[in-house]
């Protein structure tokens, strides 16, 4: 079996990244693109770094997984119960382990609704508790909008909430691997969590990290607490490799520029435009002209913008 290295991988980001003119990569499945094995044993499918679309079947985020010598560990329930069933038959290619667990990276739809697939195997799946209310909450109209975007391709999919939930972490010694689902601190969504592999020095960082698409900014993310946990937790894990929750598998200094450094030169901006009388009409020009190659920089930025606005205007 062909196995792409994490060097080939890397220049691959950095030449051209998964935008939103690509078309899918692999035809033959619901995933937007083949599992590649990031380091040995560690596996993900890339998804499209574009907003959800019938064309990429609604895997616009990482599926990753670990293949531990006694069970798979998958992390993403998917964004259906067919890309969840899809990222199965995969992992049944390249291994005869079962996969014993799923973790949810937070508790937006693309993580969670696969879980309709998982919890029929049997698997049980771990969230962190802030993102399984989430999803209790939110994941009625989650399936509203994959109904409505992908139409038959989320045939069989419905809500399923984690089967277990935890506050600060969950430990799992598997076969060669300790796997330690971290819950950092507040940033991009509400239950977010890593999954951090000491041994190895990976980390599947979920939405915590971005690089080659423009982070969304959402009406409840407060930027300020994803820069404290961004340093008091994430940076001293001291990664070499990343696997974000959207593209490709990357190191620390890519994602520390367009995460880090996106939140702070947008906070900087609109802070002057606050400290100048400006008001919300204007934040929604800032300058972010740094970012404009950026995936959904159309979709993202002038919202973005507006709603630092809001939160900086009371801090």
């Known amino acids: 079996m062909r196995r792409a290295t994490l060097a080939v991988l890397l220049s691959a980001a950095g030449l051209a990244s998964a935008s939103e003119d690509i078309p899918d990569q692999y035809p033959a499945s619901l995933l937007y693109s083949k599992p590649v094995e990031v380091i040995p044993h560690v596996w993900s499918a890339i998804g499209a770094t574009a907003p959800p679309t019938y064309e990429n079947a609604g895997h616009n985020n990482n599926l990753s997984f670990i293949v531990t010598g006694d069970g798979v560990v998958v992390i993403n329930g998917g964004a ?3 890309l969840a069933k899809a990222l199965h038959a995969e992992i049944k290619v390249i291994t005869d382990q079962p996969v014993k667990l ?6 937006q739809g693309h993580a969670m609704l696969g879980n309709s697939y998982w919890a029929e195997q049997g698997v049980p799946i771990v969230a962190h508790e802030d993102a399984a209310a989430e999803f209790e909450n939110h994941g009625g109209s989650d399936l509203d909008t994959a109904q409505r975007v992908t139409k038959e391709q989320a045939e069989g999919t419905s809500v399923v909430l984690p089967t277990e939930t935890f506050s600060d972490a969950y430990l799992v010694e598997m076969g060669g691997f300790r796997i330690e689902a971290r819950y950092l601190g507040p940033a991009h969504s509400a239950g977010d969590i890593v999954v951090w592999l000491p041994d190895q020095r990976l980390v599947i960082s979920g939405d915590m990290a971005f690089h080659e698409r423009m982070l ?16 008091s937790a994430f940076e001293p894990l001291e990664a070499s490799y990343v696997i974000p929750g959207h593209g490709h598998p990357t190191n620390m200094d890519q994602v520390r520029r367009y995460t880090k450094g996106y939140l702070e030169h947008l906070r900087a901006q609109i802070r002057a435009h606050i400290d100048s009388g400006g008001d919300l009409a204007g934040a929604y020009y800032v300058d972010q002209s740094a970012y404009t190659h950026l995936d959904t920089f159309e979709e993202l930025a002038t919202k973005n913008a507006g ?6 205007e009371w801090e």
């Open 307 to 312: 709603r630092v606005y809001e939160q900086m």
């Open 216 to 231: 969304p900014i959402f009406p409840d993310t407060i930027t300020a607490d994803w820069l404290e946990t961004w340093d």
């Open 102 to 107: 799923v973790f949810n990276e937070n508790g």
């Open 80 to 82: 259906s119960y067919g």
